[in-house]
């Protein structure tokens, strides 16, 4: 049975509630963080898709071109993030995450899921196994229906046990399996 537009109404005020919930807790732990939420965003992408064009991360993040430079000169300043000339293209720059980039963005989720922890102490694991769960279909819903698949979770965040199985690794993508993705 397809979704009511009643139903798709009451979702859309839900994913904003959360939406407005999350920038609010973000924002009260942000005087302690090393990092920003677009620098986390930055180093995020990087770890799930390393050596990207500034302009990619552009296309891919909520900056502009220039918030993108200045959050790129930061991180490279922090040792987060090394810059080198596109093989391809001399006057454009590839960007990758550091390991030291890839250690800080670690210790930041690790503090993160921390806090979040401290936050839904009211869940017990079934439910929040549940919560994820629900919130990675709606995830996967809403990337295939952009034409893009999930590439925002890094790979320290998939190794790393935080009391719920790490997702089992995706098929090899052969021509078949990528047109089923489209569909």
Same mark, same amino acid.
């Given at each position: 049975?397809?979704?009511? !537009? %009643?139903?798709?109404?009451?979702? &859309?005020?839900? @994913?904003?509630? *959360?939406?407005?919930?999350?920038? #609010?807790?973000? +924002?009260?732990?942000?005087?302690? !963080? %090393?990092?920003?939420?677009?620098? &986390?965003?930055? @180093?995020?992408? *990087?770890?799930?898709?390393?050596? #990207?064009?500034? +302009? ?128």
């Amino acid at each position: 049975m397809p979704l009511s !537009r %009643e139903t798709a109404e009451e979702l &859309v005020r839900d @994913l904003f509630e *959360l939406q407005r919930a999350t920038r #609010r807790v973000l +924002k009260e732990t942000a005087a302690h !963080r %090393e990092l920003s939420t677009s620098q &986390v965003d930055v @180093l995020t992408f *990087l770890s799930c898709q390393p050596g #990207r064009r500034a +302009k990619d991360l552009v296309a891919e993040s909520s900056l502009g071109a220039s918030g993108m430079s200045r959050h790129l000169a930061a991180l490279e300043q922090m040792g987060h993030v090394a810059r080198a000339q596109d093989p391809q293209d001399g006057r454009a720059q590839i960007v990758d995450i550091t390991e030291t980039g890839r250690r800080a963005l670690e210790a930041h989720l690790r503090q993160d899921a921390e806090h979040l922890a401290a936050r839904l102490a009211g869940l017990d694991e079934a439910q929040a196994h549940r919560t994820r769960e629900d919130l990675s279909r709606l995830t996967d819903l809403l990337t295939r229906s952009l034409g893009t698949g999930r590439e925002s979770t890094p790979p320290a965040v998939r190794e790393t046990n935080y009391h719920t199985p790490p997702p089992q690794p995706a098929a090899p993508v052969t021509p078949e399996r990528e047109e089923e993705t489209r569909s």
